[in-house]
């Protein structure tokens, strides 16, 4: 069992950066995979970066490839997306998941933080 909490979203101007930050509740935060996800208006959630638990492999959207970083802290049970160069269509909800190592989908997830990026 794992909680997550994200922060850092907040209102942003076109080109600049933000840092999210999501703290995890758990005895064993290496027993998990972590991600990031978003969701804007009327769009369905969708992944855009993933880390593995050793911090080893990451992935990322190609919408975000090159502007964002996924890192993790398994002494501090936090998973860090750094997000540069931001969008307008970067504007959503940005939520954090977990899966366990043995498990192929995420079912872990935080309440969700938002990001708005203006023009």
């Known amino acids: 069992q794992v909680q997550l909490v994200e922060s850092g979203g907040r209102l942003v101007q076109a080109g600049g950066s933000l840092r999210l930050s999501c703290a995890a509740s758990?005895?064993?935060?290496?027993?998990?995979?972590m991600a990031w996800f978003r969701q804007a208006p009327g769009k369905e959630r969708g992944l855009i970066a993933s880390?593995?638990?050793?911090?080893?492999?990451?992935y990322y959207a190609d919408s975000v490839k090159g502007r964002f970083t996924i890192s993790r802290d398994n002494a501090e049970n936090t998973v860090i997306l750094q997000m540069n160069s931001l969008k307008v269509e970067d504007t959503a909800v940005y939520y954090c998941?977990?899966?366990?190592?043995?498990?192929?989908?995420?079912?872990?997830w935080g309440q969700g933080t938002q990001v708005t990026v203006s023009s």
């Open positions: 880390i593995t638990w050793s911090g080893a492999n990451t």
């Open positions: 758990t005895r064993s935060f290496s027993d998990y995979h």
């Open positions: 998941a977990a899966r366990p190592l043995s498990l192929a989908r995420y079912n872990y």
